[in-house]
């Protein structure tokens, strides 16, 4: 075929698949979905990249721009149902990373990391906008930004950024490379790239720019525990800009970030209560008197404690052992090792997740005996991690409201620190691992919302006829913004989508905007501006097409 010979001058024949198994772990969602395409290509360089996609663009392909594919709503990979055919783009290769004026800011490429990002910073003594969470998956930087990605980080808000090198396909279908980095790069594309990948400007004499590498004014939004709307959530017309939160309707080849401060000093407080009403009264006193903000405040339910403790311990043990870093890698194994498996019949799907749930059980206990015991005591968590003069402001506030409160709260020891926010973190994957162990038998509804910022009885009680098609309820999340996730393990033989449908009734009598920080992808409708963020990125329909459940067709059908 032309168009792959095409793509192999371009980026070499090893960078260019079009075995369909092979292909496979590109073309599938990480906990559904799943699509055609003819090859997926893997630029090294910028010069590639722009190469590539005037090589797909010239022959009318759809664009598919992938880095980690960390996506939990089938937003990163090609769908069924395109009007032309599809090539999914990966940047993962492309890992460049330069700190500017003096680590105070970075430049991210499509391959660039979180984890990469946070330990090029830590000399410093500086952070990126995530430490934690998809962090852990290998999630990429940009990725983050294309989807406004969330987080626990309560200081910070969604990924964001006003300072971004891409590519643009204009309402004529003319493809040009739009440089608002701030840095003056040349005139031509080729100029641009070249510059930029080589550093010819001065990385710690970037001028400053009225253009924003982060959420600004975000402590004002965050505090304002009356307001009757979603406070966070990642289709909120404030933080849509260019790339930020374009659902990869243009190609990103670069972004300028802001960075923060590290903190010098943390501290955990771990708080058990049979009543959730009383996080309530904590979070609405913090956030409206606390002169310092949480660094964050991370929510669990006892059923979620449990099925994370027997269904993430394997997950938990190797990120305390082994570290993040590697995580990226043992992914892609686990799923080289089931497509190598697939074939033989001896072996039955997901025999990976099989085979490391059967080893875990040979690990002894990995929580710590504080942890358990609240566990034993108390129905709903809170993981308050305060910093700086934050500590003692939370130390005496909790002291004097569990004299007269029901729950109580102890200060974690660095071991309990990790654990618990490791702990919190593996939740996020029970859902999948027990649908896995079941062989597809049942399915499973995740789900992750923003409630009002002045709900006060946040906790969610569901009408019978709902409770009885559930079999386990996973409840965890941002508890300071309202921000919940909330993972459904079906009972055999209901319906996953007719369920699903009756819930987001519900979450809609409660005004709650759903998915809070995970992208729209093929999964839920994107509402009205973030459809009119779409069009104005991407006028001809050409990159990411059907996201948001969106037409597929070019021009979206308008013409």
């Known amino acids: 075929m032309k168009l792959v010979d095409d793509l192999v001058t371009v980026v070499g024949k090893k960078n260019v698949i079009t075995n369909k198994a092979k292909s496979l772990r590109f073309r599938k969602g990480y906990r559904s979905g799943q699509g055609d395409a003819l090859a997926v290509v893997f630029p090294t360089t910028l010069m590639e990249m722009w190469r590539v996609l005037n090589v797909l663009h010239d022959n009318n392909i759809i664009i598919i721009m992938q880095a980690s594919n960390t996506s939990l709503t089938e937003g990163s990979t090609p769908a069924?149902?395109?009007d032309r055919p599809a090539v999914v783009v990966s940047g993962s290769k492309i890992k460049d990373l330069q700190l500017i004026n003096n680590g105070k800011q970075a430049l991210a490429f499509p391959g660039t990391t979180l984890f990469e990002l946070e330990n090029k910073l830590k000399p410093l003594k500086r952070e990126p906008h995530?430490?934690?969470?998809?962090?852990n998956l290998g999630a990429s930087v940009i990725g983050g930004i294309n989807n406004n990605s969330g987080g626990a980080l309560i200081r910070r808000g969604p990924a964001y950024t006003e300072l971004s090198l891409y590519v643009w396909i204009d309402e004529n279908d003319e493809m040009h490379l739009v440089n608002h980095l701030g840095i003056d790069l040349g005139e031509t594309p080729e100029e641009i790239i070249t510059n930029l990948q080589n550093r010819n400007f001065d990385v710690n004499q970037v001028p400053a720019t009225k253009r924003h590498g982060s959420m600004y004014q975000h402590e004002k939004v965050v505090r304002d525990v009356d307001s009757d709307k979603p406070i966070r959530y990642n289709s909120n017309p404030k933080e849509l800009y260019e790339v930020s939160?374009?659902?990869?309707?243009?190609?990103?080849?670069a972004v300028r970030l802001d960075t923060f401060p590290m903190d010098k000093k943390t501290q955990m407080f771990y708080i058990g209560t049979n009543n959730p009403d009383?996080?309530?009264?904590?979070r609405r006193h913090i956030m409206t008197t606390f002169k310092e903000l949480p660094v964050s405040g991370e929510y669990m339910h006892k059923d979620a404690y449990r099925l994370a403790k027997q269904y993430g311990k394997d997950s938990l043990v190797v990120i305390e052992k082994i570290g993040t870093g590697h995580l990226p890698q043992l992914f892609a194994l686990k799923a080289w090792g089931e497509r190598f498996l697939k074939p033989i019949p001896f072996f039955k799907n997901y025999f990976p997740d099989r085979l490391l749930q059967t080893l875990s059980h040979l690990f002894p206990n990995q929580m710590p005996k504080r942890l358990d015991d609240y566990y034993e005591k108390y129905d709903h968590y809170l993981q308050l991690k305060m910093a700086g003069n934050g500590i003692?402001?939370?130390?005496?506030y909790l002291k004097s409201y569990f004299a007269k409160a029901s729950g109580d709260y102890f200060e974690a020891d660095a071991n309990e620190t990790s654990k618990a926010a490791t702990h919190r973190y593996v939740t996020a994957g029970v859902a999948i691992r027990y649908q896995e162990l079941k062989q597809d038998s049942i399915d499973i509804l995740p789900l992750d919302i923003a409630l009002a910022s002045n709900e006060y009885k946040w906790f969610e009680h569901l009408p019978k006829e709902i409770e009885d098609k559930i079999e386990y309820k996973i409840y965890y999340g941002h508890l300071l913004d309202h921000v919940m996730h909330q993972d459904y393990i079906l009972k055999p033989g209901v319906?996953?989508?007719k369920l699903k449908e009756e819930m987001l009734k519900i979450l809609d009598e409660r005004h709650a905007v759903y998915p809070a920080e995970h992208n729209v992808g093929h999964l839920y409708l994107a509402s009205p501006d973030l459809v009119n963020h779409y069009k104005k990125n991407d006028p001809t329909n050409s990159f990411n097409p059907g996201v948001g459940k969106q037409t597929m067709s070019k021009y979206w059908g308008e013409y």
């Open 80 to 82: 069924p149902g395109y």
């Open 130 to 135: 995530s430490v934690i969470g998809s962090s």
């Open 245 to 253: 939160g374009s659902s990869g309707h243009v190609a990103a080849l």
């Open 278 to 282: 009383e996080l309530e009264d904590i």
């Open 392 to 396: 003692e402001e939370a130390r005496e």
């Open 495 to 497: 319906d996953a989508h």
